[in-house]
């Protein structure tokens, strides 16, 4: 019985670290893809490329930490 007290202890401390990641991951993802879409699909400047990708990146971390809240 001790051991599986441990154990799901152990598991609740982990689970912050996953949500961080999956956001950081959703972030990554959000800002590669509107990037990539800007600067070679719309053929857009470096310089617009890169501002559109902070601000999609911002608003997929805002909507995955909500999500991730839920």
């Known amino acids: ?4 007290q441990r154990q799901a ?4 401390r982990a689970v912050p ?3 961080w990641r ?4 959703h972030t990554a993802a ?3 893809f509107i990037f990539l879409l800007q600067r070679y699909g719309l053929n857009a400047s470096l310089e617009t490329s890169l501002l559109w990708a902070i ?16």
Do not use: E, H, P
């Open 55 to 70: 601000v999609f990146g911002g608003c997929a971390a805002g909507l995955a930490y909500s999500q991730a809240n839920r």
């Open 1 to 4: 019985m001790r051991g599986f």
């Open 17 to 19: 670290m996953k949500n």
């Open 30 to 32: 959000a800002a590669c």
């Open 9 to 12: 202890s152990g598991m609740g």
């Open 22 to 25: 999956y956001i950081a991951l």
